[in-house]
């Protein structure tokens, strides 16, 4: 007999929507970060590495070359989402955005587009422009909330308040563009009622989907430097699986789960040690998941925001 499922993962959205899998082309649009040259801070969040959070992303090449690489790869017939995922993907003039937007589309077989950015890069001419694609393709944007808690997000040299992201958040959904948020368990400074309350926040705000990233320490970052000096021990094993399952069983079950772990590169990861691992941290969030009889959206309720 199929089991019920505990969460409603991107997979399971995209057999709803197209039939099929999936794939997803990480893009490396050539962006840089208002929180790194100094618009609004220097220095980057403490867990950003030099990539921007692209480390994996093969960037050799124009964005078409990356598309066409990715796409000659794959399977003739399949089908993708074009994915601009390091740095701000909608910090630059609004015609190189479109220019580097339509270069990413490069045919039928890329039917969305994901842009990952900040809230403090969100204005009425980038949604008007990003809304045009809802026409070509499903579109959607990927904010890096990681904390609904202001403390914690200076702590992390976020950059922006949470008035901000609220602020981006309305001006997104008033041009119908699906909102894609991130957060972060485990943070500098934050327990699991911090976790709790950002999770109770994100319930109440009709969003289009989460990514739960575990935190990493990864090398050559202000939170390599915070761990060495012992001001920053990142969470247990246990200790993520109970944030992360404390964030699905309280958020909507329509809301799409993109994302369940972090993704170091192994060989700059200094700590977690399990986070090497992310089959087995998804088989562990499962596992306390059956043992506790729970799933996603059982204790959702839009009033607790
Ligand atoms: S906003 Fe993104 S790219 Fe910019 S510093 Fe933070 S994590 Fe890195």
Redesign the pocket.
Known sequence: MKKDRLYYNLSEYFRQKYGRRLGKICIDGGFS????DGKCGVG??I??GER??GEHIDATGSIKEQVLSALNSGKPDGRYVAYFQ???NTYAPINVLKERYDAALVDERIVALAIGT?PDCIDDEVCRLIADYKERCDVWVEL?LQTANDKTAKIIN??YTLSCFENALKMLQKYGIPVVVHLIVGLPGESLDDVKQTADYISGLNIFGIKIHSIYVMRDTRLAEMYEAGEYEPPTLEEFVSGATYILTHISPGTVVHRLTGDCPKDALIAPEWNSDKHKVIAKITENMEREGVKQGCFFSPKCK
Do not use: E, H, V
């Open positions: 970060c208002p929180n790194r980057g969040c867990y950003c921007g959070a390091n740095f701000t900040r890096g976020r950059g």
